[in-house]
């Protein structure tokens, strides 16, 4: 943990989106294969992530637009995992699916937990 935080020390806006949303796309991808965790309690983990994230990235001297730009970013990633693993399991289960109005439908219920 020591290691992540002194490199996030030296990284710009861009490198820290980059390893925060591989960090996400681990805790989905490890979510969606054991579905261990209801998503009334993983998407608020993802929530305290970001928030962490966003916290760290103040302390070392984000400026306000840095933060901003961070957190929009993986707050998009996560919907967009989210949703891809929606519409995978939608459309498994289903034939004809809208797959517009799901994915509305995934970042609407996404968004419900998120909140």
């Not at 030296?10 to 490890?30: C, D, P, S, V």
């Not at 519409?87 to 996404?110: L, P, Y």
Request: glycine share 4%.
């Amino acid at each position: 943990m020591v290691k992540i935080v002194v490199r996030l020390i030296k990284m710009n806006t861009q490198e820290i989106i980059i390893g925060a949303k591989a960090i996400l796309t681990g805790l989905f991808e490890y979510n969606n294969q054991t579905d261990e965790l209801d998503d009334s309690f993983f998407i608020p983990m993802i929530k305290a992530c970001i928030q962490k994230l966003i916290e760290h990235v103040e302390e070392i001297g984000a400026s306000g637009e840095e933060k901003k730009e961070i957190y929009e970013n993986l707050f998009e990633h996560a919907i967009e995992e989210y949703t891809k693993e929606w519409i995978s399991n939608i459309t498994e289960n289903f034939e004809n699916v809208d797959i517009e109005k799901e994915k509305k439908v995934a970042r609407e219920e996404f968004i419900s937990y998120y909140e």
